[in-house]
């Protein structure tokens, strides 16, 4: 009767245990957890701690009514840019997961207690607690911390590549819009110059046909027409960046400034040089061919067995002494050791993962490969790119535009002298108007191919003169089978 009264009293208290031990380990987190929001940054990664939590003030929005420096855009879009916040967010969690892969698993209470007691010559056994631990193969767990450490350095370049083309793309947009500024502004420009010559045609100021009235009606017409698809267009790109910088979409967009563009010299050779040890792509590649590696390592060691240990305390009651005996350890609590193992018995099965593991680091090779052509197509793409673009503008900006301007003036002159016609004055005004807008275009261009080559070499140009472009080696010096090196992670 008394050993069933304190079974039931035990009983309870035992199976609360873990609940108790669990809140307690909860409430033991919370208090290192600020009510403001997430902890504070200590990494190198960059990006601003901007995310909401009680307590946290929104930041202020920006004022870009009044023309607003590309560099400007570029901060704001470091400080606000969800995909930005969430790749850091990323990139720090897969850096915890360096210390969580390098512990053992948590050892295993375990309860238990007789149905029937146990009598022995020492007593009788009533219930018993003891504690386990697995312990994996030494080696099981160093590849395993490897694999987490090479994951969380490819999640780094992740980030740096996700800010990359997030800052790429706010240059796109910046460049596009003040384009389409440029462009309704050439637009308006000449509607203004052809109002005047049809408004004088009307009154009988010049000696016109109907055909040149009806053709400086029809090239207003088209002028208005466009005016209207770039306002639009203009509210697309603008929304874009407010998209991008995270601003509500009542936030006016300025006419973007962009900065002067650097003169690209380089030659192809060269930017695949500088390429090979800083594009965003080759680095993940490369280290997701060193995690495939590892894991292809941690998958062979799956015939090694595993180990546990444990101890267990079995109680046990005194004798009565009513019994009238006394032996030696007489209600003392026996101790049990124990030692197990793994029995690696499913052979199919472990060399199925076997299999698995060296496709998968095939793979990721062969990836890494894809990887490697792809930098070299869009670096000698975006090359081009550039070249083409800044002779374009050369041509339209240094010889075209200025000559069709001279032609306009000389057509507007002869027209006022009664030589000219109208039909002259409109046709070097149509011209001098596409030169102009290309012009626009071409620039717009230049910078837009700019950024994409700084994308495809992995960093921006005002960086290169701190950065070896070694002697011009040809594309085949990209590596084919090494990872980049310790340092240059």
């Not at 999640?155 to 796109?172: A, C, G, K, P, Q």
């Not at 420009?189 to 053709?215: K, M, P, Q």
């Not at 563009?261 to 060193?290: C, F, K, M, W, Y």
């Not at 001098?432 to 960093?459: K, M, V």
Request: proline letters at 6%; charged letters at 25%; hydrophobic letters at 40%.
């Amino acid at each position: 009767m008394h050993t069933a009264l304190v079974r039931r009293t035990l009983l309870p208290s035992l199976l609360l245990l873990p609940l108790l031990a669990a809140c307690a380990q909860e409430k033991a987190e919370l208090k290192h957890v600020p009510a403001s929001g997430p902890p504070e940054s200590t990494g190198t990664l960059v990006g601003a701690e901007s995310q909401d939590g009680p307590g946290h003030e929104p930041e202020p929005i920006p004022d870009l009514s009044q023309a607003p420096r590309l560099a400007d855009l570029l901060r704001i879009a470091l400080q606000r840019s969800p995909v930005i916040q969430a790749a850091e967010a990323r990139a720090r969690a897969a850096g915890e997961s360096v210390a969580i892969e390098g512990w053992l698993p948590n050892p295993t209470v375990m309860i238990g207690w007789y149905e029937t007691e146990v009598e022995t010559r020492v007593g009788s056994q009533q219930w018993s607690v003891g504690v386990q631990q697995k312990i994996p193969f030494p080696t099981k767990l160093s590849t395993q911390t490897d694999i987490a450490d090479s994951d969380a350095q490819r999640m780094r370049i992740v980030y740096e590549r996700m800010t990359r083309d997030v800052l790429v793309e706010v240059v796109r947009v910046a460049h596009e819009i003040a384009y389409i500024d440029e462009a309704i502004a050439i637009t308006g420009d000449i509607g203004a110059v052809l109002e005047r010559y049809t408004t004088a045609a009307a009154a009988g100021e010049t000696s016109s046909l109907v055909s040149e009235l009806f053709r400086a009606d029809t090239q207003r017409a088209q002028l208005e027409n466009d005016r209207v698809i770039l306002a639009e267009l203009r509210f697309v790109e603008a929304q874009r960046m407010r998209s991008l910088l995270d601003l509500p979409p009542e936030t006016p967009i300025g006419t973007p400034v962009t900065d002067m563009l650097p003169d690209v010299q380089s030659s192809v050779a060269e930017l695949l040089t500088i390429a090979e040890g800083h594009n965003q792509e080759l680095r993940e590649a490369g280290l997701a061919l060193e995690t495939a590696r590892l894991r292809a390592s941690l998958a062979g060691q799956v015939h090694i067995p595993d180990m546990s240990v444990g101890v267990t305390k079995v109680s046990t009651s005194r004798l009565p002494s009513s019994l009238g005996v006394d032996p030696s350890g007489n209600g003392d609590d026996p101790l049990i050791l124990q030692f197990g193992l793994t029995l690696p018995i499913w052979v199919q099965k472990d060399a199925a993962i076997i299999r698995r593991s060296r496709s998968l680091e095939r793979a990721a090779a062969l990836e890494r490969l894809d990887a490697i052509q792809r930098t070299r197509d869009r670096v000698a793409r975006a090359w081009f790119q550039v070249g083409n673009a800044d002779r374009l503008h050369r041509l339209y900006a240094e010889v075209l535009v200025p000559r069709a301007a001279i032609a306009a003036r000389t057509a507007e002159d002869l027209l006022a002298n009664g030589k000219g016609t109208l039909g002259g004055v409109l046709e070097t005004i149509a011209v001098y108007h596409n030169f102009r807008l290309a012009s626009a275009r071409a620039r717009a261009d230049h910078g837009r191919a700019i950024a994409q080559l700084e994308r495809a070499i992995g960093q921006p140009f005002d960086a290169l003169a701190a950065t070896p472009t070694g002697t011009g080696t040809d594309a085949g010096a990209l590596p084919e089978d090494e990872t980049n090196t310790e340092e240059e992670r």
